[in-house]
């Protein structure tokens, strides 16, 4: 039974109305206090941590990009190489930054997908302690053998290292590194055996097949582009989608050996709790750069095309890709050196 008078139900309904009224107005300037925060961001320069080496292709990548964007929103973006434990180095670091725009993560799969599940005591979760804001790139890669092996294609290649059964090296980007993944996933599914030696970044592992300290390896084509025309490695495959009149004459992997081969991405990510806001900013401000003729010519000349997305269809990847790599993972068998 409700015994409260009728002018004290109409007190009630007002001063509910009134609470809903300063929430709603509570709500209103926070988001115009957002949207202004972001038309002035940034407002001084923007630091991004970069998963990879120097001379890597995310570090090439990311200076490509972020110097384009520089120009787009008038700040500079200095990149801050943090290679090492699959990535892990420069995504705690970016992960405990303040989420206020000023602080990004350039990584690829290796950093939030792979390294997670090699690497138990990470110091940030790859889901929830990263705000996506897009995809930059799919990334093909380049499987290559140094001359002196004396193979001249991948049949010739499989053949002697199947001679050889774990006598031969190849060298990765990292423990947990795409480069690691996709080169054990090739192994696996034609039952070769070869010894793998990590390096910080895939820099030093392109170093070290270019002076003949491993046999092969498996990097990003942007990288190994170059060393595969002139002829100063042996080109094996390609793996992933290359661009259009790029090594005509060297073969896709996929189309040897069936369910071989690994494609690798790389993105911007920003802490999590960023406001949305920035977010956005961010993002159309990154595919302006993208879609840049320098920006987009450059990655035609190492046989690449940009890939963007929304942040939601990024926060998909991360989730589907952390699950698949995981089993993978577990499969292969693979562990932190």
Known sequence: ??????????????ARLARMGTLALTMALGLAAANLYAQEYPSRPVRVFVANSSGSLADILSRLVFTRLSVTLGQTF?????PGAGGSLAG??????????????????????????????????????????????????GLVAHPSLGVRNLQEFIAHVRAHPGKLNYSSGGTGHATHLGMEIFLARTGLQMVHVPY????????AVLAGEVAASDLGLGIVLSAMQDKRLTSLAVVGPRGEGVLPGVPELGSVIPEAEYVSWQAVFAPAKTPRAIIDRLHDALASAMNAPEVRTRMQEIGMSNV??????????????????????????????
């Open 1 to 14: 039974m409700n015994n409260a008078t009728p002018r004290a139900t109409t007190g009630m309904r007002i």
């Open 78 to 82: 200095p990149i801050d190489n943090r």
């Open 92 to 141: 705690e670091t970016a992960a405990k930054a303040a989420p206020d725009g000023y602080t990004l993560l350039y990584a690829s799969d290796s950093t939030l997908t792979i390294g997670p599940w090699l690497y138990p005591a990470l110091g940030y979760d790859p889901v929830k302690d990263f705000a996506p804001v897009s995809m930059v790139a799919k990334i093909p890669t």
């Open 200 to 207: 910080k970044g895939t820099g030093p592992a392109l170093q």
């Open 308 to 337: 963007s997305s929304t942040p939601e269809e990024l926060a998909a990847i991360v989730v589907r890709d952390l699950r698949v790599n995981g089993e993978m993972v577990r499969k292969l068998g693979l562990r932190a050196d």
